[in-house]
């Protein structure tokens, strides 16, 4: 019976994203003021959403900017001094045919941590069938890197393993397993074990692990939490193009902003949480391309909704999709994003789980699944109703001289006018976050002016792009029993110069 019903959920928000925009389309030909009525009340909802969005910006960036001012070490040992030198961490970092130059960076930056590297344990996950570089990376990795942590470990999942996707997730629970039997041998308690796993291309700060490590020692309950630092696309931001790096930057800002709202926080990408919870939850799933956001619901179900996310305001620095070319980039980065917004395929799963869930308060469950659908739904369909806005007044030259159409372009025009805002806040925290441009040159500036003018023009076919369209692919694919069995791996560029510094100023 779960099943029958899961897969109505597969269909019904690909239905309801498809039948919106064909209604939508439908209206301004043939009932213009209906559709203007519809439209107007849009704008209001999106303008309101806007001004909050900027506001819940504004509130993260400023935490950001004083969280990240602090020296955690020294409030580690002020706070926690009888307690954090029991526990260690344990960083998987999963790879298949990275070129091991963006291995050893981020294994550097692991390296040159602001902790006591004899409390990590980190570990390269390969795929075995990258029977050609795997071996040998290694090798490598290990006559370089054994002796500067605690503990250094390699793992190879195994191809042919049946049930699973070819993706990030059975690589990451293959290697928590073989490590979870290697701590099992040292004897460490699975309480002072907390778990960071990050892509090929991150680079974590500093003092992130110091940071996590008091955010743990911090928490009553740490079980029953994940740590989600902030992801910053920032590693070759000025190497990849204007589209892209708007996309990438737009991707940061909305964590920022996630993290000030906790009930909408969601795992994402680099994450931590503590080895109990993982041994309690089998580790990540293998059965999705999207282990990231699925592991917050599985947490949440196993633990009887007692699961929540715990913003880490020291980031973790990752690249910016850069392909061969400028059509191969933006490929990659439409990719990217189709594998993102997979994340839909959750909808079903937390339908199936909620449904005659008596371990769950009703409106508890009942309100994250609404939460959950609304913000796939909106992601597909609101640069629809905002690109075709202006179809009526277009189409219809007569509307203009009724009341509904004469107000129509005026109101709609106010209400797009001002949701501007959010822009300029958008790119002037962007201008204070993005590291300054290598070699601040006449060019260097002129470059930036030209993206200053050119980002509103921009940023409306970016969203379409890489927002909604992506996720009206993935959506559709659930909805014809058509899911990714295979993770798309981005294209990474190694970018020389160790872990990148944001501007503080």
């Given at each position: 019976m779960i099943e029958r019903y899961s897969r109505t959920w597969e269909i019904v928000p690909g239905v309801l994203v498809w039948l919106t925009i064909i209604i939508l389309i439908w209206l301004a030909l043939f009932q213009p003021i209906a559709f203007a009525v519809i439209i107007l009340c849009y704008a209001i909802y999106w303008l309101i959403k806007i001004l909050m969005i900027a506001t819940f910006l504004i509130a993260g960036f400023t935490r950001y900017r004083k969280e990240r001012k602090i020296d955690w070490l020294k409030r580690l040992e002020t706070d926690f001094s009888d307690h954090y030198p029991d526990l260690y961490h344990l960083v998987i970092v999963p790879t298949y045919k990275e070129?091991?130059?963006?291995?050893?960076?981020?294994?550097e930056a692991l390296r040159t941590s602001n902790y006591d590297h004899q409390k990590i344990i980190a570990v390269v996950a390969f795929e075995g069938r990258d029977k050609l570089m795997a071996p040998e990376y290694a090798r490598v990795l290990t006559h370089e890197y054994e002796h500067k942590f605690g503990h250094f470990l390699t793992t190879t999942h195994p191809s042919d393993i049946p049930g699973e996707v070819k993706g990030k997730g059975p690589n990451i629970?293959?290697?928590g397993r073989r490590a979870k039997e290697f701590i099992d041998q040292k004897g460490y308690r699975y309480e002072d074990v907390i778990v960071t796993t990050l892509d090929?291309?991150?680079?974590?700060?500093k003092d992130y692990l110091a940071n996590l490590t008091w955010a743990y020692c911090n928490d009553p309950d740490p079980i029953h939490k994940s740590y989600q630092p902030i992801p910053m696309f920032f590693n070759n931001i000025w190497k990849v193009p204007l589209a892209v790096k708007l996309t990438t930057i737009g991707s940061t800002f909305w964590q920022m902003t996630q993290a000030m709202r906790p009930y909408y926080a969601r795992n994402f990408s680099a994450q931590a949480q503590g080895l109990a919870a993982l041994v309690k939850t089998d580790f990540w799933s293998v059965q999705t391309?999207?282990?990231?956001?699925?592991?917050?619901w599985r947490s949440y179900f196993a633990f009887k909704g007692n699961h929540y996310v715990v913003p880490i305001f020291v980031p973790v620095y990752m690249d910016a999709v850069q392909g061969d070319n400028l059509t191969d980039t933006l490929r990659e980065q439409y990719l990217q994003r189709?594998?993102?917004?997979?994340?839909?395929?959750?909808i079903p799963y937390v339908y199936s789980k909620s449904r005659g869930n008596k371990d769950i308060p009703f409106v508890h469950k009942w309100l994250q699944f609404v939460r959950l659908a609304e913000s796939h739904y909106t992601l597909a369909t609101q640069t629809f109703f905002l690109s075709l806005g202006w179809l009526p007044v277009v189409l219809h030259n007569d509307l203009r001289s009724t009341m509904i159409g004469y107000n129509f372009s005026i109101l709609l025009n106010y209400a797009i006018s001002s949701a501007w805002i959010g822009t300029v806040v958008t790119m002037l925290i962007a201008s204070l976050l993005v590291p300054p441009r290598p070699g601040k040159t006449i060019s260097y500036r002129l470059t930036l002016l030209k993206e200053w003018i050119l980002a509103p023009l921009v940023l409306p076919i970016?969203?379409?792009?890489?927002?909604?369209?992506p996720s009206i692919d993935s959506q559709t694919r659930m909805m014809l029993n058509k899911p990714f069995t295979v993770f798309n791996v981005t294209k990474k560029a190694a970018i020389p110069g160790g872990v990148v510094r944001e501007s503080l100023n």
């Open positions: 070129d091991i130059s963006i291995l050893r960076h981020t294994l629970t293959w290697a090929a291309d991150n680079r974590v700060n391309v999207v282990e990231d956001g699925h592991q917050y189709r594998r993102w917004y997979w994340g839909a395929s959750d970016s969203g379409m792009l890489f927002g909604s369209l």
